[in-house]
DNA sequence: TTGAAAGCGCTAACAA
DNA sequence: TTGTTAGCGCTTTCAA
């Protein structure tokens, strides 16, 4: 068996509520007593089960972080400011990987209510309807990166999320601005929430701008490299009337960029490209992407914040924050010929 | 508070251990008050707390996936196959991200022994001493997917690995097949394991082939896309009179040919490259990079397995598993001039 | 300064 | 078929 503060209390001959205080350094404790027991405790290889103290304290002091895609780099900075924030606080960040499957995230709400953890920070494609009723009827807090797509009044979570139409649309424009009157887009599923938004962010450009929207020109992919080379290979097939391209995401970018070179195309001079993410990816290529800025780190630095309040200080109130995407140029834009 | 089973109780007028009994579907239950427990648990919005339950049985049903970088496509594949095993024996994966840092490795393991896990998979760059102690004393199993540097005789625990020298070395040789007589090689720090073996597979393809080993056809990076671009930058400045080059792993090689090709290289007539890991990034760039599987997705499956075995059957004796690697040729390698 | 006792939520042996 | 009881490891109140 694992050795609990029973043995040490047996071994140093003091009762298991001493051996508790000395451990924790709380209440009173002769430090002699207080010496014996730690050496007895390291003699023992103790350590404390986190089973027995959650049952007691009713906290776990684990976050449960959802992601939908651990191949996408995208998620990788919001990774990164959850757990700095997180460390800083004692709790330990456990990812779940929840595969882009509704069924899946809803298996790591239960887990949350199992109590798997003390609050949960989910990022998604796409939050359904029972999604949201899960979390609104959570006992413990989640904090969501998307605005849901049907709020309710009665929603009760938090949620830190960048926009996505303003993303797609600052694509759009730095195109426009370089004189491109023909763009066309790699988007993800528009069905999905992110899929629809960043379709809108491009449409809404195109409109203010006064220039056609085509949908010839809308190329629907996944968000993997290789639905990007699957995108190119249509527009080698059917020929392209476009001279810019936005894409919802560097991934798909990439396969794009890499099947046109493969095809003889020179980049950005047969075709300017514009990403999403900014992900170290799009430094990665040759040409370097231009790519808006996601503020990835902020998001999941901010979304720990937020839990933190609702657990350490039992805020009850809502807060929903916003983030502005930033324009990070590099070398896939050019004046169009 | 959160429900309980004594809330149920309440609610029915049966006793906590008949509301456990309908609610596991153990023991004796007369079907008429499974269902009313059952609805008033519905109701109640019960779900059972995995720290009691935890407490008791001395199992929480989690395992710990630590990996040391997750911008490193290299364990995309093996947290796949963990986690497929996992899920189909109801276990939960929970991935601890350790920042390459021995530090975080260490408070992981002091994570497992608060019962954090019933068990862990640990990927490390490099397992120190202190590490291996401490898995050694661990009271949950740990399973390695790296040899230890410096076994020991009384080393307890299971370990699934790849072999990494011959996997360098079959990168090797296929350029030396090819007819390369000047190979450099881009690899990890040598003072860790992980570089030091894929260094020592170079290095014993060259002896093998009677070629002689230059100090100054090593370059050292860290696996990153940045150190690879650095590396490129050296052979500019330094200039190169190789023609071949193998690289420790994807990431850096995809740094290495985007410098290259920014800088007027054309690939591979100018350099043939052959890489390590044979992620998705390898079949993203243009020409696709020849690259070595390392059997990722096999490794995380077998290590889930030799940890259920522990867990599960209660299996005492060590096993150690050394996988092969195999190649993967893509456009990347063509005979020298 | 230390110890006894209760209880966190759950399960299981045993009794009824 | 159901209920009583004890106990998993820990913390905390209260008493000594």
Same mark, same amino acid.
């Not at 979304?303 to 930033?326: C, F, H, M, N, T």
């Given at each position: 068996?694992?050795?609990?503060?029973?043995?040490?209390?047996?071994?140093?001959?003091?009762?298991?509520?001493?051996?508790?205080?000395?451990?924790?350094?709380?209440?009173?404790?002769?430090?002699?007593?207080?010496?014996?027991?730690?050496?007895?405790?390291?003699?023992?290889?103790?350590?404390?089960?986190?089973?027995?103290?959650?049952?007691?304290?009713?906290?776990?002091? /684990?976050?449960?972080?959802?992601?939908?895609?651990?191949?996408?780099?995208?998620?990788?900075?919001?990774?990164?400011?959850?757990?700095?924030?997180?460390? /800083?606080?004692?709790?330990?960040?456990?990812?779940?990987?929840?595969?882009?499957?509704?069924?899946?995230?809803?298996?790591?709400?239960?887990?949350l209510s199992e109590q798997y953890g003390d609050g949960m920070?989910?990022?998604?494609?796409?939050?359904?309807?029972? #999604?949201?009723?899960?979390?609104?009827?959570?006992?413990?807090?989640?904090?969501?990166?998307?605005?849901?797509?049907?709020?309710?009044?009665?929603?009760?979570? !938090?949620?830190?999320?960048?926009?996505?139409?303003?993303?797609?649309?600052?694509?759009?424009?730095?195109? #426009?601005?370089?004189?491109?009157?023909?763009?066309?887009?790699?988007?993800?599923?528009?069905?999905?929430?992110?899929?629809?938004?960043?379709?809108?962010?491009?449409?809404?450009?195109?409109?203010?701008?006064?220039?056609?929207?085509?949908?010839?020109?809308?190329?629907?992919?996944?968000?993997?490299?290789?639905?990007?080379?699957?995108?190119? !290979? /249509?527009?080698?097939?059917?020929?392209?009337?476009?001279?810019?391209?936005?894409?919802?995401?560097?991934?798909?970018?990439?396969?794009?960029?890499?099947?046109?070179?493969?095809?003889?195309?020179?980049?950005?001079?047969?075709?300017?490209?514009?990403?999403?993410?900014?992900?170290?990816?799009? !430094?990665?290529?040759?040409?370097?992407?231009?790519?808006?800025?996601?503020?990835?780190?902020? #998001?999941?630095?901010?979304?720990?914040?937020?839990?933190?309040?609702?657990?350490?200080?039992?805020?009850?109130?809502?807060?929903?924050?916003?983030?502005?995407?930033?324009?990070?140029?590099?070398?896939?834009?050019?004046?169009?010929?």
């Amino acid at each position: 068996m694992k050795t609990t503060i029973y043995d040490i209390a047996k071994a140093t001959g003091f009762s298991a509520s001493t051996v508790s205080r000395a451990l924790n350094g709380t209440g009173y404790c002769n430090p002699k007593t207080k010496a014996k027991i730690l050496e007895a405790a390291h003699a023992l290889h103790y350590s404390p089960s986190n089973a027995g103290r959650a049952l007691k304290s009713q906290r776990s002091n /684990r976050i449960l972080f959802c992601i939908p895609d651990i191949m996408n780099p995208f998620y990788f900075e919001m990774i990164q400011g959850a757990t700095d924030v997180l460390n /800083r606080h004692n709790f330990h960040c456990m990812l779940c990987y929840t595969q882009h499957s509704e069924a899946e995230e809803l298996k790591y709400l239960d887990l949350l209510s199992e109590q798997y953890g003390d609050g949960m920070i989910m990022v998604s494609f796409n939050f359904s309807e029972a #999604i949201t009723e899960k979390i609104n009827h959570a006992y413990f807090p989640v904090v969501t990166t998307n605005l849901v797509p049907k709020p309710h009044t009665d929603d009760r979570f !938090d949620t830190v999320y960048i926009d996505h139409i303003r993303a797609m649309y600052l694509a759009t424009q730095t195109l #426009i601005d370089k004189g491109h009157r023909q763009i066309a887009i790699a988007v993800g599923d528009p069905d999905e929430q992110t899929g629809r938004e960043r379709l809108r962010g491009y449409q809404d450009c195109l409109k203010d701008h006064g220039l056609p929207y085509k949908d010839l020109n809308v190329f629907v992919g996944d968000y993997t490299i290789a639905s990007g080379k699957h995108i190119a !290979d /249509r527009i080698l097939v059917e020929g392209k009337d476009f001279t810019g391209l936005v894409s919802a995401n560097d991934l798909m970018a990439l396969g794009i960029v890499s099947r046109l070179q493969a095809a003889g195309f020179t980049l950005p001079d047969d075709l300017s490209i514009v990403s999403l993410d900014n992900s170290d990816y799009a !430094d990665a290529v040759h040409p370097g992407l231009t790519s808006v800025d996601m503020k990835q780190y902020e #998001i999941g630095k901010t979304s720990a914040e937020l839990l933190l309040e609702r657990i350490l200080d039992k805020r009850q109130s809502r807060k929903v924050i916003r983030l502005e995407p930033g324009l990070v140029e590099r070398q896939s834009v050019k004046v169009p010929v």
